[in-house]
């Protein structure tokens, strides 16, 4: 099978609005290709000046995605490698702010000779150099590059001009651009509206680029007539004018991508050969479960600190979505506010009622612990399955201290630094950490899993490798207490010093992990541990449905604290 000699570069832009779906686009034109043979790699370009996302808040830009390699990146990265399969990596996400610091750092290292430092040639140089370097290190046939933001902005400028450059120095075979526009139904008018996608061409014009392909996003499909004008007045061939209409479910967007023929066009354009037709019957059969589940449907309460903006736990649901279509179930989600459950006259009770499975997400700071809290012990006193990811798991641990080990007054160090039984604590390497940007326990660690243990019947293998992000770690020191009480320590760092999965044996199903899950599954390899959590939903739904008696189990009460049991008294401040 022939490659193409050189690696050919593909770049999409948005145009008129923001979150028209850049990132799904991408994905799903990588999968289109991939199919065909060809080998694929995507990376993110984000014109802001932060270093990377890791220390912006999930309200700001959604949650923050982390590779194996320890990358804090942007989330669309996680439509990368669900889409294709393939693990994305720290040169797969560059921001403005990386490209001004390498630019600064070499002025100050004198390595442009005393010269003046200037976005053009400069940073410009530096963006293209950045822009190649997948293409260097990779054994690719197409690298496929989005450029974040609406054209418009200011802060894209650099960008774009990298872009027009290398298209002059590459030629058109080698490279081109994809422009997704928005195309609005005026409800009123009983019309589609071309003008919006004119003026977001008009304005990539002006930055010297004409856009190869235009891809219209719109509410309802666009008929002939309407590619053709937009095609007349945006000077693109009407066979180049792409509809993609909303859909019930975003993995439908490759197959209605492929049904609009893109990935024929991307690949005369760019004089790249057809290997293979593509087969995506497994996308389709997915699909299908996705929209048409055969055993009805579950509802998972998601406990979290930033429910009002649900591209913050974005992996967490597209997970959800995997493992509902795995289990042949509809996963509905009610987004439950940590916050809530502090106040006095909240109905915890009330709130969770037709639910079947409580996750608490992962987060930072003191803000609604104790209402994560609250639903923790819910899930465990009612027998109710649960999911706690890395501050949830911690979560889990100060609950079972304060309410089955008798230490009330169980917190950990980042909320409470005066605590008497720190179960929770900071890292010992983190201590001495002042900077917070990429300084986290980041990346894959492998993992021991306790033979009969819920985890090791989940996975079905001793040795799993997950993907990490936090500082704050439970203390060794109280493992034995627990262990007395009834957890399990079912998961440990290969040394056994870092604890990383916990459980209770006497539970239908508790699950507590320090690593974050979400961040590996995928269509074709849905998460383990999502799949045994709706599982484990489905079947507490069935036998409620059912109305089977409860499990039998002894009520939990504190036990006494042994005089031999942990307390610390942290030293006063500045000791």
């Keep these: 099978m022939a490659r193409p000699k050189n690696v050919k570069h593909i770049f999409v832009t948005g145009g008129v609005i923001s979150s028209l779906g850049k990132g799904i686009l991408s994905a ?33 830009h959604g949650e923050v995605y982390v590779t194996d390699d320890g990358a804090e990146t942007d989330l669309d990265l996680g ?36 010269g003046t430092v200037q976005v053009v040639p400069h940073v410009i140089d530096e963006i293209k ?36 450059q290398m298209k002059l120095e590459m030629g058109d075979r080698n490279l081109l651009n994809i422009h997704l526009t928005f195309v609005p139904y005026i409800k009123a008018a009983s019309e589609l509206k071309t003008k919006p996608t004119q003026h977001s061409v008009k304005m990539l014009l002006e930055t010297g680029i004409q856009p190869d392909i235009l891809v219209c996003r719109s509410e309802k499909p666009l008929s002939r007539e309407i590619k053709n004008k937009v095609g007349h007045f945006c000077n693109v061939n009407e066979l180049d004018v792409i509809g993609l209409n909303d859909c019930d479910t975003i993995y ?87 916050e809530d459950a502090e106040g006095k006259s909240f109905d915890i009770t009330k709130e969770l009622e037709g639910v079947n499975g409580i996750l608490v997400a992962p987060g ?26 890395c501050l949830g798991m911690q979560c889990a641990t100060i609950e079972f201290a304060r309410n089955v080990c ?16 720190p179960v929770i604590d900071l890292m010992e390497h983190q201590k001495k950490v002042k900077e917070k940007g990429g300084t986290m326990r980041l990346g894959s660690y492998p993992c021991i899993l306790k033979e009969g243990s819920r985890a090791h019947d989940v996975y079905q293998k001793f040795l799993i490798n997950e993907r990490h992000r936090h500082r704050y770690e439970f203390t060794n020191a109280f493992r034995k207490p627990f262990e007395d009480a009834g957890m399990n320590f079912s998961g440990t760092s290969p040394n056994g010093e870092l604890v990383e999965i916990v459980e209770l044996k006497d539970h239908r199903w508790f699950v507590g992990v320090q690593f974050h899950p979400e961040l590996k599954s995928r269509v074709q390899k849905v998460h383990p541990l999502f799949h045994g959590f709706v599982a484990a ?39």
């Design 28 to 60: 799903s034109l990588g999968l289109l290709l991939k199919s065909r043979g060809l080998r694929v790699a995507i990376q993110k370009y984000d014109p802001y000046i932060n270093v990377d996302p890791g220390t912006m808040s999930p309200y700001q």
């Design 79 to 114: 439509h990368y490698e669900r889409f294709l399969d393939e693990s994305t990596s720290q040169a797969s996400n560059l921001t403005m702010g990386r490209v001004y610091k390498s630019v600064i750092d070499k002025e100050r290292r004198g390595e442009y000779l005393g």
């Design 129 to 164: 150099d950045r822009m190649a370097e997948l293409a260097k290190n990779g054994n690719l046939d197409v690298l496929i590059t989005e450029i974040g933001g609406t054209i418009g902005d200011i802060e894209s400028l650099p960008f774009l001009e990298a872009m027009r």
């Design 252 to 338: 439908e967007v490759p197959l209605m991508l492929l049904q609009e023929k893109l990935d024929l066009r991307v690949m005369k354009k760019l004089g790249l050969k057809k290997f293979r037709e593509p087969n995506l019957s497994y996308l389709r059969d997915f699909c299908n479960k996705v929209k048409h589940p055969q055993d009805g449907e579950v509802t998972i309460g998601i406990c979290g600190k930033y429910t009002e903006y649900p591209d913050a736990y974005k992996s967490i649901l597209e997970s959800f979505v995997h493992a509902g279509a795995s289990n042949n179930v509809r996963v509905n989600i009610r987004l439950l506010r940590a």
């Design 364 to 389: 930072f700071g003191d803000r609604g612990i104790e209402g994560k809290i609250q639903y923790i012990r819910y899930a465990r006193e009612q027998n109710i399955p649960f999911l706690g990811i």
């Design 406 to 421: 008798g230490m009330p007054e169980a917190n950990s160090t980042e909320f409470n630094k005066r605590t008497r039984f």
């Design 537 to 575: 939903a489905k079947e507490y739904s069935q036998g409620k449905r059912q109305m089977e008696l409860p499990v039998d189990r002894p009520v939990e009460r504190p036990v006494d604290r042994p005089a031999d049991m942990p307390s610390f008294v942290p030293a006063a401040e500045g000791e």
